[in-house]
């Protein structure tokens, strides 16, 4: 139980102010459960906890009511709809037996125009309200983008593992059929083979894009030519059973760049196996290079339609893919961060009647 010269309301008021504010004040009784004050109602006055405990609702559809906050001893509620002359906002409900100060509508506004002190101690209650609010909202809407993205993370996956799922159950009974030929089960196993391995391609991908940090790699100084040469037959063994080409345009400048081999890597495969992508019926994929003072550029072109005009500004986005029937959408956004964590950066080029081309650039070793 609080007494009425307590509560903020009544903070540093001169004593005819506060004996101005006891002569306007009423003490109701509510018992639990009883609906105080309800939403869309007048605002009739003031209220204040004296004991007990209120709980604040709204409604934010028509049939789903949301408790906002609860009130205890010294707590103030009512006060903007005093203010505004506006219906209530919210319904108050005792949550257990409680006793309120009650200061009536036009009671309250007669001593707000004659005393600013209490006009000052009013408008800090609302501005702390809003405060409140604003705080709350801001809760609601990350945790809102944050469900959003799980949401969108986890329709990618399930998508995204049905069709190699179901091409293994279909292939192991193929295989372990009693009539099955030793040809169709050797295509079989290469292609549960096969699916395996997108399906660890996708867990990797998986866990690059949700690692907040990277764990602690050794970084070497690295010939970047020798780096080129030792990948470009793994990238042409990943493509050339597509009816695709990967070739040089250039040999790769000399010099030496601070690299994670492993992690590096997975940028020329998310990137080429892209291009793959874009290009179902074959096509050809050029590597070159060009070197600077401080950086060494390395470009990926393809011979497919190009980059959509609608995606162009999100490639690098999570999520975001354009005319892919497999894949998490995470392969650009994982080449991004290990670029940047490279310190280095990647980017697109347009160019007229040619197809995608993307460019990243990492700085020389010092």
Known sequence: MIALESVNLCRNLAPDELRALRAITRERRFAA????????????????????????????????????????PGEIFGEMAVVEDRPRSATARALKDTELYFIPRDDMLALLQRSPAVAF?????????????????????????RLAVIGNF????????????????????????????????????????????????MVGDILEFT?????????????????????????????????????????????RLILDARRLRR??????????????????????????ENEIITEIEDTGPGIAPEIAGKLFDPFVTFGKAQG??????????????????????A???RGAIFCFALPLAK
């Open 121 to 145: 101690n009013v408008l800090e209650e609302i501005s702390h309200r809003l405060r409140e609010f604003d705080q709350l909202h801001l809760r609601e809407v990350m945790q809102a983008e």
């Open 267 to 292: 940028v020329f495969f998310n990137l080429v196996h892209n291009a793959t992508d874009a290009m179902p019926d074959g096509g050809k994929i050029i590597i070159r290079f060009l070197g600077h």
């Open 154 to 201: 986890a329709r990618s996956i399930i998508h995204d593992l049905k069709t190699p799922l179901t091409i293994i159950g279909l292939s192991a009974e193929i295989a372990c059929a009693p009539n099955t030929t030793t040809e169709k089960r050797a295509q079989s196993q290469e292609r549960i083979r096969k699916q395996i391995g997108r399906i660890n391609d």
């Open 211 to 255: 690692r907040s940090r990277q764990p602690e790699t050794p970084r070497e100084s690295v010939n970047y030519p020798d780096f080129i040469n030792e990948i470009l037959p793994d990238l042409q063994a990943e493509t050339e059973t597509r009816s695709t080409r990967v070739e040089l345009q250039n040999p790769p400048p000399a010099g």
């Open 33 to 72: 459960g009883t609906q105080i004050v309800r939403e869309g109602d007048s605002g009739d006055g003031v209220y204040i906890v004296k004991d007990g405990l209120v709980e604040i609702s709204g409604l934010i559809t028509a049939d789903i009511q949301r408790v906002f906050r609860q009130l205890g």
């Open 351 to 353: 160019e007229p009647d």
């Open 328 to 349: 998490t959408g995470l392969g650009l956004s994982i080449c991004k961060k290990i670029v940047e964590d490279h310190r280095g950066h990647i980017w697109t080029r």
